[in-house]
């Protein structure tokens, strides 16, 4: 079943919900284009395109939260590559591993569904981890001060969640 006549539209209540998510997701990957107009760019382009999309959103296939952090990703994501094109510089890439970087589907429904059934095999403390690191882009060093833990201790659980993702990504038949 689709949901394609009840979408969601972009509105006073969706700009109040919302609008902290996006810029979250944004600053998080544009971190280091040094200019805040880099990041109001970045976001009211997300809202453009999720003016767009929206009509594609189904709730059967995942939250309206994940839909719109997966559209401010891929956006802002396309705006890091823009620059790279256009300057010579990469903006925020202490922040792009494999997960940041383009995976061969066709559009942003498909990479939710992707993320939705990767959330869905993680456990409770791997599923928060990775939506504050690959989600929210939230770096090592933020992770370990908000859990109240050691850095290295957040790095070796990156690197046991990141071969685990990698397995369920390939055992899904997504080619990295």
């Known amino acids: ?25 944004v600053t998080r990957i544009l971190n280091g284009a040094g ?29 309206l939260a994940t839909f719109v952090a997966v559209v401010a990703r891929s956006a802002a994501l396309d705006y890091c590559r823009s620059n790279l094109r256009r300057t010579g510089e990469l903006i925020g890439d202490d922040k792009i591993d494999f997960l940041t970087e383009p995976v061969e589907i066709e559009n942003n429904i498909e990479f939710q569904m992707l993320v939705e059934s990767i959330l869905e095999k993680l456990n409770e403390r791997e599923n928060i981890l990775f ?8 770096s090592p060093e933020e992770i370990a001060k908000i859990f109240k833990i050691k850095r290295n201790a957040v790095d070796g659980r990156l690197n046991r969640l990141r071969k685990k993702v990698k397995k369920l990504l390939i055992k899904g038949g ?3």
């Open 1 to 25: 079943m689709d949901n394609i006549n009840s979408a969601p539209e972009v509105n006073n209540n969706f700009y109040e919900k919302y609008n902290p998510q996006i810029r979250a997701v």
């Open 35 to 63: 200019k805040s107009q880099d990041i109001d760019d970045c976001v009211n382009t997300v809202y453009l395109e999720l003016i767009e999309k929206l009509r594609q959103y189904n709730e059967m296939r995942g939250s």
């Open 131 to 138: 939506t504050f690191r690959y989600l929210l882009f939230y």
């Open 174 to 176: 997504v080619i990295l």
